[in-house]
Every structure is written in structure tokens, then in C-alpha cells.
């Protein structure tokens, strides 16, 4: 876990699950003062100039594709690199501008023009079963199609592809291979069930698939979906295509418009400083509460994960009562009256005027507010 002092952010946990370009993710919410917690569930693993990469590239070069489809920026990178390691580089691109090019996103848009690749008449879609729609629509007998596929091979969209009379090419620039070593990740997972952080991000289908299959071993999905909500951590994706799988497992997410990393730090930092951070002036002074932090004036308050919780939930409606019912549904552990009882009891030690979490007979609780 990693710690800036300042930024807007200040007091917020945010969950890494991203392998390749997790130090730039890093760097940016740590700048805005947030602390992250890094846990990469898959590791990025490219082909060698002199692998399988450099056999498919002859292939592709020797079969005269109709049709390129182009998945991921990274891939067509990779792919462009290994070329001209190999020597291959001119007769790949001859061959990539001859066939007509089907393009995921602008990013993998950029990376062709950026290899000298006429894109002008390419089509883009933001989803690769978009590609496959368009088409088997359009029919694909007898056509030669090159798959550059993203880490993880999309078996699905190739087998329409060939059922409908394609011959499919797969060329796989790099795979994403599963972490080893399941720590981070179990403690990542654990933070999330808490409720100890603020918001998960991710920015790879395949990573959001590893983390939920890692979940389910564990015996905690039930806990880790409930948790992954707007009201508790906020789950954020970087595009469309990442945010499917959380989507299927019924988890709300939010999407930047722009499909960047840049633009998923900015919309976490606008939703968490919209929604995470409160202000409440009590009999004892004003109380600030900013993701996992709590301070009143210029004390910090130090308060366990689960008073915490009962904290932020009577912030919310200073000067009105949360029944029990309420705030047990808050706790991230131990949902019974006595750990209710012990979270009010630490809580009420943590200011200096026990009055300001007031026991309402028969009803709940508040949070007092200054007269």
C-alpha cells in the first residue's frame, strides 16, 4: 500500500488490479493524494522475435488476409515490434494495408496509423462481437480474416467467424498469464468486503475475470459483489469492454466517455469528491470525513473499519436518527447487536464529548449537530 499527504483525494484507498501501466495509475492517484492498494491478478507475457509471434507473422503475410481485425493498441504495438526484429516489418504492413482493417477502439485506431497504415475507409467498433456482428452480417464465406487477439483468445467470436465459412488467422502479440502468487489479491479482496477502500479499478476484461474467478475460490463472491456498489466501493472501468463482465455479475460501474487511464483517474476523482467527502459541524467541533479518514478540527480520529462505518453513516443524516436495522447493514463484519453495540462504544470514545452520537430510546442513534 502506497501513501501521498495532500490532494483531493486525501484519505481515500484505491484498488490497482492493473498489470501493465499500473505504475502510471499509481502515480496518478497518488498525486491527488490518494493511497493505493496494487494487486495485479494477471501479468502481461509478449512473444519473442524469435516465437510463435514471428511463425503467425509469416503466415499472415503468406495467406493474403481479405480482413484485419485489430483488438487492442498494445497488441498492434507488439506485433508491429516483433516484425521488424524479424526483419518482417515492410512485408507485414504491405500486407495489413492490402486487406480491409476492423478496428476496436480509437487506441488500437492510433496504433495502426501510428505503424503507416492507411485507416482512412477502416471500420471501428468499441466491441469486438461488434466486429463479428458487422461481419457475419455482411458474410465472410470463403474470406481470409487475421484475429489480432487481446491476452486472452476470444474462442467465442472465432468460432462464429468459422461458422460462417471464415478461414481465421489468430496471431497473439502477447498473453495474459495468472499471477503466482494470490496475496495482493486476497487482500485486496478482503479491504473490498471491508468496505476499507473506496473505490476497485480495472482496466482489462480479463483482469476483471481473473479477479472474480479468484473470488469464487476464495468463498467470499457474495460479499465482494454486495461491497462493489456506488454506496460502498466504487467500481470503475476504463471502457466498455472492461466493464462487461462486472456488468454480467450485476456490479454498477462507471465508464469515463473517453476510454483513457487519464480520463478514468478524473471521473473516479469527480465521483469520490462528489459522494465520499462530508463536513458536519457537532458540539465538539466541526467533523470532516474523507474516504477512510476521519478528523475532527485538526484531530485525527482513529476509529476502526467498523466504527467508521457507523460514523459515515450518521454523517450522512446529521441530526437524524438511523435506526439499528440501518446501521447493522453498514458493518463490514460481525452483523450482530453486540458488534453494533462495541462499534457505537468505540466511536463515542473517539470524541471528546460523548454526546455527539446520541442513543435515541427504542429508535437508534445520531449524530448531534452544533446548536
Known sequence: MKRTIDGPLRGMVIGITAHRRAEDLIAAFERRGATTMHAPVLTVSSAGPDGELVAATREVVAARPDIVVVTTAYGMRKWIECADAAGLLDELVATLGAARMMIRGPKARGAVR??????????????????????????????TIVLQ??????????????????????????????????????????????????????TSAPAVDALLGRVRQTGRLEAFLTALSPDAVLAAAVGPVTAEPLLRAGVQV???????????????????????????????GILHLRGQGAMLDDHVLSLPPSSQAILRALAEVPGRTVGRAELLAQLPYGTTDHALDVAISRLRKAFPDGSVVRTIPRRGYLLATAP
Not at 497504415?117 to 465472410?140: K, N, P, W
Not at 469515463?256 to 471521473?267: F, T
Open 114 to 143: 501510428a505503424a503507416g497504415i492507411d485507416d482512412s475507409v477502416a471500420v471501428q467498433c468499441d466491441l469486438t462481437a461488434d466486429i463479428v456482428d458487422r461481419l457475419v452480417g455482411h458474410g465472410v464465406s470463403g474470406l
Open 149 to 202: 487477439a487481446h491476452g486472452y483468445t476470444d474462442a467465442a467470436q472465432i468460432e462464429r467467424l468459422r461458422t460462417a465459412g471464415a478461414r481465421v488467422l489468430v496471431v497473439e502479440p502477447y498473453r495474459w498469464e495468472p499471477e503466482d502468487d494470490h496475496a495482493a489479491a486476497d487482500r485486496l479482496v478482503e479491504a473490498v468486503c471491508a468496505r476499507r477502500i473506496e473505490a476497485l479499478t480495472f
Open 254 to 284: 462507471i465508464v469515463p466517455e473517453r476510454h483513457r487511464l487519464g480520463a478514468l483517474v478524473r471521473e473516479v476523482e469527480t465521483q469520490l469528491v462528489a459522494h465520499r467527502i462530508l463536513s458536519v459541524a457537532t458540539p465538539a
